[in-house]
């Protein structure tokens, strides 16, 4: 993702406007310096001009006139820091040398890494969330799975591959004491055939499982062989739903 932003001269996820689609800004948490995107703003600080909640399919989505009318203005910028006021409110940088070729259409010509946005990033949150590791609440988390209960999983996990084929993918390491170990393919076997098993009924509340499913589902369906038609579509509305109950769910 970091390297997609520097090929369209973007600031990407540190910025103002991290999404290179859409532009629905970033927040921040008091005394805090990291970025959060989340659509529900109740708990931040609110933006001026910026409504205090967001639905993900009705998202302001970026076109490719307007990027290139806004790299223009950073270009033609009577100063550096009248450029950089431009580039801080929009998230765009200045121009790029993509621009040169007529057939690439901004932004959609750049899209998401699946690999990293999911298995790398949403996977290991999860985990961790569950873990209690990255808890954002009380310690009364219903989210979180004791951890002797945790750790009895793991064992399985870890002792799982002793049976599972090769055919299905690497071995997944210990949850708890190896998850430095983990790599993209490991996160995917994990969410996409064992976490729904190996979780049932672990849960105080069924729907933290059934949200898990819902991930694990929609992960499957976009690494089928064929799609058919309405896929897209689907896949959008299953995702945007996820996530709404995601924040929810967690925070």
Request: with cysteine; charged share 25%; aromatic share 12%.
């Amino acid at each position: 993702m970091p390297a997609v932003a520097k090929l369209m001269n973007f600031k990407g996820h540190n910025g103002f406007k991290p999404c290179r689609f859409c532009e629905i800004p970033a927040v921040r948490a008091e005394n805090n310096r990291v970025n959060c995107i989340p659509l529900d703003r109740a708990a931040f600080p609110p933006l001026r001009g910026y409504p205090s909640s967001f639905l993900p399919d009705s998202l302001t989505f970026r076109t490719h006139e307007q990027l290139r009318h806004t790299a223009e203005r950073i270009v033609n910028a009577e100063s550096d820091r009248a450029a950089e006021d431009i580039a801080k409110d929009s998230g765009v940088k200045g121009d790029s040398i993509w621009r040169i070729f007529g057939s690439i259409v901004w932004p959609w010509a750049f899209p998401l890494d699946f690999m990293h946005l999911l298995f790398e990033n949403v996977a290991p949150l999860l985990l961790g969330l569950w873990a209690g590791e990255n808890r954002h609440g009380s310690e009364e988390d219903d989210f979180i799975i004791p951890y002797a209960t945790l750790s009895a999983i793991a064992e399985q996990v870890a002792e799982s591959g002793n049976t599972i084929p090769s055919t299905f993918g690497r071995r997944v390491p210990h949850l708890l004491n190896k998850r430095h170990e983990f790599i993209a393919e490991t996160w995917m076997l994990w969410i996409q055939q064992l976490a729904p098993v190996v979780l049932s009924g672990r849960f105080t509340k069924d729907a933290h499982y059934t949200h898990l499913v819902d991930l694990s589902r929609c992960v499957n369906d976009c690494l089928d062989f064929g799609y058919r038609a309405g896929f897209a579509e689907k896949v959008r509305r299953t995702l945007a739903r996820w996530v709404t109950k995601y924040e929810h769910l967690y925070f």
